[in-house]
């Protein structure tokens, strides 16, 4: 496995490679990552994607199929939490390489990512916040297709999933993830008006709370409700 895991970084790094190499590459590195039942296995060729070191022009030629897995890894069947952040981080990768492309596509890739928000796992919670706040700039100002997105999200599972969160006691994280969800809604909640008034009511919820950190945290929330990420 080592020598394997030695040999792919060596290939995944290498500035000479060739179009058609490249290709070869990231045919084959989708092919394991998508078949295997291997965890460690898949885990090996997500781990080659964020370390890739492709020129641009490579990258621009196999972007989508790279997104492709790592969107798969990010959701993998295999429901290992390791994968999911090996995913996380060539979703980094991707970032800083790829902006342009990372932002048109966002609908894509940021949705199962801050889907992960309202995990009843802090650790996905965790690792997922973190990768948000490294793309900041590749979601905010939110392209109009993926608050789009978000909107059909949170009125199928998010906010429900939020109010779940509340209901366990959760105010302080489920205010962080409202705060995430009113920023990528961006200019487009708008358009949403009575989505954002039942986002409104959760921090209307917490605000009576005793707490004083979590009273704070609520008031902090209406300025998230302007829209003018």
């Known amino acids: 496995m080592m020598k394997a895991k030695e040999y792919l970084f060596f290939l995944m790094s ?14 084959s590195l989708i092919m394991v990552i998508t078949t295997t039942k291997i965890k460690s296995v898949c885990n090996l060729g997500v781990w080659c994607i964020s370390m890739q070191q492709f020129n641009s022009s490579l990258l621009d030629a196999n972007f989508q199929s790279l997104l492709r897995a790592i969107t798969y890894a990010l959701d ?20 800083s390489t ?5 932002r048109a596509m966002s609908n894509i890739w940021a949705t199962p990512v801050y889907r992960r928000l309202v995990s009843s796992d802090k650790r996905e919670r965790d690792m997922s916040e973190r ?9 905010c100002p939110p392209p109009v297709i993926l608050s789009k997105a978000l909107v059909i999200d949170l009125k199928k599972t998010l906010l429900f999933m ?7 006691g959760l105010k302080i994280q489920t205010l962080q993830v409202w705060k995430w969800f009113m920023r990528l809604l961006g200019p487009y909640g708008m358009k949403n008006k009575h989505l954002v008034n039942k986002l409104l009511n959760i921090p209307e919820q917490t605000f009576t709370d005793l707490d004083p950190q979590i009273q704070n945290a609520s008031l902090l929330c209406y300025s998230f409700s302007k829209f003018d990420a």
């Open 98 to 102: 790829s902006a342009e492309n990372m």
């Open 76 to 95: 993998n069947p295999i429901g290992s939490l390791s994968i999911t952040f090996e995913a996380l981080q060539a979703v980094m990768k991707l970032a």
């Open 131 to 139: 990768c948000l706040q490294k793309v900041l700039s590749e979601i």
């Open 14 to 27: 290498s500035y000479k490679a060739t179009r058609d190499d490249a290709r070869a590459i990231v045919d």
């Open 162 to 168: 939020m109010e779940e969160l509340l209901n366990q």
